[in-house]
């Protein structure tokens, strides 16, 4: 490989093409000259590396190359072979990074190609793989229990309901049979969730406004937010479109993020809802996409997302910092009566919708979950999230 630049270099007529494909792709892409300099980088080798591309530009790539392997010349090696793949230990000012190293030589004099894969995000998105379809077994077998319970038990509940009448109301006998169907109740409840949780309702979507959910969620928890004490607080911005929604699925995300919120204020508090417009920049893919989906009559693959969003913000206890990282976790609760499954099936709600659920929280200061719902007719068929949601994602507190 030739240690100096040629005098008069021109692009090779591969060269505009090779750049089309480092603008479209999702790793890391570097073109080397034939003098071994930096001719072009896309950003995502920019980000996995630690340089600006536009300013390393020209300079020798060597230096980007850099391994952790003494007397290692990753910079030659790729010059050396038609075809390379190898891992490699790259040195970048941020740390090291663990890559997979791929490099084509194009051409004559030879130009190369060399595309980096981040192993470590390779392996992350392996290991949340495997614990979805490890959750998707749980839920097939959780569907599969919950069948065979529910018989048996609703036997249970009759006969104990049969034996009830037979006792006089002051009969000590009555009070075990009321502890029997008090039981059974909320066993019920747990295989109910149990089935929600493994096999989601798709949700009828219909024309209709998050103030309506709002407002019916506040009359079906008045009991709990009068005995807690709790002052609520509505607040809905003007000209807000309806969406296309399912109220009774929205209805019960909004009923269970509210009664999480109303038990951690014991002692009272305020209770406050936002109903408003908001954007942020789209992420790469989301989780609840469908095929064809377009937003505002834009494609999916527009910058920005517009959504509209209710903010359930409370005053209580919030939630410490070692549960805020599990919340979402089928399974895990910290009541002592909850089957820590009404925040998972939560998400799942959102997602179905094409929304999403981010959570913050101070121990002491209160708690604040976002529900978020992009505003888009929901068409084409239906995707499976391509991965879990971030943990700060995640619905809120159980």
């Not at 040629?6 to 603008?23: G, H, K, N």
């Not at 230990?89 to 890559?99: D, I, R, S, Y």
């Not at 094409?354 to 888009?376: C, H, K, M, Q, Y």
Request: glycine fraction near 8%; proline fraction near 7%.
């Amino acid at each position: 490989m030739p240690d100096r630049p040629s005098r008069a270099r021109r692009a090779p007529p591969w060269e505009p093409l090779v750049r089309a494909f480092m603008d479209d792709a999702r790793n890391g892409v570097l073109l080397l000259d034939s003098s071994g300099r930096l001719a072009a980088a896309n950003a995502a080798a920019g980000r996995l590396l630690g340089f600006a591309p536009a300013r390393e530009r020209g300079r020798p790539a060597a230096p980007l190359l850099r391994t952790a392997v003494a007397g290692d010349d990753l910079a030659r090696e790729v010059f050396r072979r038609s075809r390379l793949q190898r891992e490699a230990l790259l040195q970048a000012p941020g740390g090291e990074v663990q890559a997979l190293v791929r490099s084509y030589r194009l051409g004559r004099p030879p130009w190369v190609l060399v595309t980096l894969e981040d192993l470590a995000q390779v392996r992350r998105m392996q290991q949340e793989l495997r614990r979805n379809e490890r959750l998707a077994t749980l839920g097939q077998l959780a569907a599969g229990v919950a069948h065979e319970i529910r018989n048996p038990l609703a036997g249970i509940g009759t006969s104990a309901q049969v034996l009830l009448r037979r006792f006089e109301p002051r009969d000590d006998r009555a009070r075990f049979v009321q502890v029997i169907l008090s039981e059974v109740a909320r066993l019920d409840r747990i295989v109910t969730s149990l089935l929600q949780y493994a096999r989601p309702r798709v949700p009828e979507l219909r024309s209709g406004t998050l103030a309506e959910c709002v407002d019916r969620v506040i009359g079906l928890a008045a009991d709990a937010i009068q005995q807690a004490g709790v002052r609520v607080e509505v607040e809905v911005a003007p000209r807000l479109a309806p969406l296309y929604i399912d109220p009774d699925l929205v209805t019960q995300v909004l009923l269970n993020v509210t009664l999480n919120a109303v038990q951690a204020m014991p002692e009272g508090g305020t209770l406050r809802y936002e109903v408003r417009k908001a954007r942020r920049r789209r992420p790469p893919r989301g989780p609840g996409r469908r095929t064809g989906d377009r937003r505002n009559g834009r494609p999916a693959g527009s910058e920005w997302i517009e959504y509209q969003q209710v903010a359930v913000v409370d005053t209580g206890v919030g939630i410490p910092r070692g549960v805020l990282e599990k919340m979402f976790d089928p399974f895990f609760t910290t009541k002592a009566s909850g089957t820590g499954l009404g925040l998972s099936i939560s998400q799942t709600i959102l997602q179905e919708h094409g929304g999403w659920i981010a959570v913050d929280s101070r121990e002491g200061r209160g708690t604040t979950v976002l529900l978020n719902f992009p505003l888009e007719k929901r068409h084409g068929e239906r995707r499976q999230p391509d991965a879990r949601p971030e943990r700060r994602d995640a619905a809120h507190r159980r």
